[in-house]
Structure formats: structure tokens, C-alpha cells
């Protein structure tokens, strides 16, 4: 794991672990990087329940319940789609919170209308959503990658919108971390 994605996974478990609350993934095309950064956090098992990998269509409609409808209209490479796998999650792994990817990494299986590179993002809880559409194609493993790092930024951002960050800072403003790590 590079630097960054172990900075922004500490910060993501000081977040959580401060507020009791659960974590889980949905992940199509990072095939488990989301949840493996975050497990490499000392003390991942305080928050962290686990992770679906829907990397075809079949286990998103079966597991995380995405209309088949949608999948067929839409792709499996669009927002709808990446929210549904949110509330998948939620659903599946009993979690507060989740984070999804869904896209086309590369090298192929990109087309006109959803060329390589282009991969949609989620985060929140059942009823907050926010998403993200990643269109870059720096080739399979740096889109990978920048999924990656994109997905744990944007709930980091989703995080600290939404929780006090008041209570998990010292007196100097320094943000207090329960676990050994980076």
C-alpha cells in the first residue's frame, strides 16, 4: 500500500472508531484494494466487517441486490449502480457506512460511451450517498490505484462533512489516533 492510501486509511479509522461506527465495501473492478487498505490499519477489526467483491453483474444483482434492470439499461459502469452497491453493503454486511467501485479499468472492455478508465465512486451510509466519476486511463494498475486512493478521499471528505472533528482533536488541534500504524 502507498503512503497516501495508509495516511488517508489511519485517518478514516480514527473517524470511525471515535464514533462506534461500522465499515464495510462493495468493490467491482478494485477487486478488494478499498478493503485492503483499510485492513492494514492496526485494529481494522474494531470497525471494519468485511467486503463483497461483485466483480461480475450476477453477484451484484444476487448478493447486493442492483436491478437487473439497471445493469441492463445503464451498465454496471454508472452512478445508479455504484449507489445501489452502497446500500448493498449496508444491507449484506450490517454497516453504518460503505464505500463502492464500480468501472472499466483496462486495458479493454472500455467503449465509446464509457471509455477506459472510467470509474464510478460511492460512500455514505443508507440514506447519504455522495459520489464520485473517476475518467482518467493511466493504464490497469494506476487506474487501480487512483480508484483506490479516490475512494478512501472521498470518504474521508464524506467523514469529516458529517462528523465533529472537534472530538477527536487534542488541545493543539492534532488529531488523536487509538492505533499504532503509519
Known amino acids: 500500500m502507498d503512503f497516501e492510501n495508509k495516511i488517508l486509511s489511519k485517518e478514516i479509522s480514527q473517524f470511525i472508531w471515535e464514533k462506534g461506527k461500522t465499515l464495510g465495501t462493495a468493490e467491482s473492478c478494485t477487486g478488494g484494494r478499498i478493503a485492503e487498505a ?8 474494531n470497525y471494519f466487517k468485511g ?24 451498465t454496471a459502469v454508472c452512478e445508479e449502480v455504484a449507489i445501489a452497491m ?9 454497516v453504518d457506512y460503505a464505500i ?5 479499468a ?32 493511466k493504464g490497469r494498475e494506476l487506474n487501480l490505484s487512483n480508484a483506490t486512493t479516490q475512494a478512501l478521499q ?6 469529516k462533512e458529517r462528523l465533529k472533528i472537534d472530538d477527536i482533536q487534542d488541545d493543539e ?10
Open 154 to 159: 472521498l470518504f474521508l471528505d464524506y467523514l
Open 100 to 104: 463502492s467501485a464500480t468501472g472499466v
Open 38 to 45: 483499510i485492513i492494514l490499519m492496526p485494529g481494522a477489526s
Open 51 to 74: 467486503s463483497i467483491v461483485s466483480y461480475t453483474n450476477e453477484i451484484k444483482e444476487k448478493i447486493l441486490g442492483v436491478s437487473h434492470d439497471v445493469l441492463e439499461e445503464k
Open 173 to 182: 488541534g492534532n488529531v488523536k489516533f487509538p492505533f499504532q500504524g503509519v
Open 86 to 94: 452502497v446500500k448493498g453493503a449496508i444491507n449484506a454486511l450490517g
Open 106 to 137: 483496462g486495458p479493454s472492455g472500455g467503449t465509446a460511451e464509457i471509455p477506459v478508465g472510467t470509474i464510478w465512486l460511492a460512500c455514505g451510509s443508507a440514506d447519504d450517498i455522495v459520489t464520485l466519476k473517476i475518467e482518467q486511463d
